[in-house]
Each structure stands twice: as structure tokens, then as C-alpha cells.
T-cell receptor, first 112, second 113 residues
Framework: KQEVTQIPAALSVPEGENLVLNCSFT??????LQWFRQDPGKGLTSLLL?????REQTSGRLNASLDKSSGRSTLYIAASQPGDSATYLC???????????FGPGTRLSVLP | ETGVTQSPTHLIKTRGQQVTLRCSSQ?????VSWYQQALGQGPQFIFQ???????GRGNFPPRFSGLQFPNYSSELNVNALELDDSALYLC????????????FGQGTRLTVV
């Protein structure tokens, strides 16, 4: 059974810092991995999708990497801004399932 | 804006009642998945519909059921509501049976009292 964990559970940083969010998964037989952002009480916004054959994806200030063999992904946020404050969720889709398994999320606060 | 719309946005139900939640998928997407997200946790997979057929189910009891219509919109029905069913219910749409980027709606906040 796939299990996804995220470290840290919560993070508070001053504006302008570069930061790294970590995601680990137990079963390396994944089809893809997707990072989402969730504002309080809202739905999920897709940030980056990494296919299992890819090592990383970039979008603006965001860069996500994937090391499938070690069961790890990182989301790097450059030059953080207060508008980045949200919960960041990592989700993996397995080779044999048609659904995502989510981590519990990292709650990020960027202070002005 | 993802193009995935859910209704209603909030509702309150009494324990034992039944509820229907609705989801309109993004144009061109034939796959809809439903997730339950309890407060402070990641979403949990309920089930997925692909071209009007159930295409996978998570660890939820049979009182959670669903439908997908020819236009690929979908319903989630929950019977005999329990207090623990209080959660944010999320719908996600994707093309081609789910092996692609998923786009989520804003969710329906269900409170059972």
C-alpha cells in the first residue's frame, strides 16, 4: 500500500527566502507525481506534474524534482512571497491504480 | 480557474440524511475522481468514473455511491450520513482514464450535525 509523507508539517519563513518542501513515498512504482497548492477551505491548484520518466519540472519560481528509486520528491520555491502562503500537497499516482495518494501537506507561512 | 465546477459550495445535513454533490468536469475530460478531505489531512480517494463506468474505488463503504453522465459530469451520493462524513469533498477531472494531470474543483464543504 502506497504511503506518502511530507516534511516539514509546517514552515514559517521571512519573505525572500528560498525554501524546500520534501515528499517521500514508499512504493517507487509510480506513474506520475503532482504538486498542488491549497488555500484555506479551497480546492487544489495544480502546480507541477512530473512523469515517472522525468527528473524535474519548472514553472516560474517553482522547481520540482523526482528521484523515483529513493522514493523522494522536493519542491523548491525561490524568493518566497507572502502570496505563497498556503498548504502544499504532494500526490503520487501508482502504475496499477487510477487515483492519487496524497501526503498530509506542508503548511507554509511567508511573513512580510 | 480550472473549469471544474462543484455544487453546492457548502451544505449542512442531519445525521441519517442523504446528500448529493455535483461536479462538472473540464471540457474534453472524460474522467472524474472524487476525494474526501478531513480537516488537516490530505484528500482520500473515494472512487473514479471513466466514460460512465466506475474505474476504481478507495476504502469507502457502499453508502458512498456515484454516477457519471454522458456529458461526463458526475454525482457523489452519500446515504445514512454520519458525523464523520463532515469534510471537504473534492472532484477532479482529467483526460484519458486518469493518466494525466488532474484539475480540481473548489470543493463542497459538508457539515453533518
Amino acid at each position: 500500500k502506497q504511503e506518502v509523507t511530507q516534511i516539514p508539517a509546517a514552515l514559517s519563513v521571512p519573505e525572500g527566502e528560498n525554501l524546500v518542501l520534501n515528499c517521500s513515498f514508499t512504493d517507487s512504482a509510480i506513474y506520475n507525481l503532482q504538486w498542488f497548492r491549497q488555500d484555506p477551505g479551497k480546492g487544489l491548484t495544480s502546480l507541477l506534474l512530473i512523469q515517472s520518466s522525468q527528473r524535474e519540472q519548472t514553472s516560474g519560481r517553482l522547481n520540482a524534482s523526482l528521484d523515483k528509486s529513493s522514493g523522494r520528491s522536493t519542491l523548491y520555491i525561490a524568493a518566497s512571497q507572502p502570496g505563497d502562503s498556503a498548504t502544499y500537497l504532494c500526490a503520487v499516482e501508482g502504475n496499477y491504480g487510477q487515483n492519487f495518494v496524497f501526503g498530509p501537506g506542508t503548511r507554509l507561512s511567508v511573513l512580510p | 480557474e480550472t473549469g471544474v465546477t462543484q455544487s453546492p459550495t457548502h451544505l449542512i445535513k442531519t445525521r441519517g440524511q442523504q446528500v448529493t454533490l455535483r461536479c462538472s468536469s473540464q471540457s474534453g475530460h472524460n474522467t472524474v475522481s472524487w476525494y474526501q478531505q478531513a480537516l488537516g489531512q490530505g484528500p482520500q480517494f473515494i472512487f473514479q468514473y471513466y466514460r460512465e463506468e466506475e474505474n476504481g474505488r478507495g476504502n469507502f463503504p457502499p453508502r458512498f455511491s456515484g454516477l457519471q453522465f454522458p456529458n461526463y459530469s458526475s454525482e457523489l451520493n452519500v446515504n445514512a450520513l454520519e458525523l464523520d462524513d463532515s469534510a471537504l469533498y473534492l472532484c477532479a477531472s482529467s483526460p484519458g482514464g486518469g493518466r494525466a494531470e488532474a484539475f480540481f474543483g473548489q470543493g463542497t464543504r459538508l457539515t453533518v450535525v
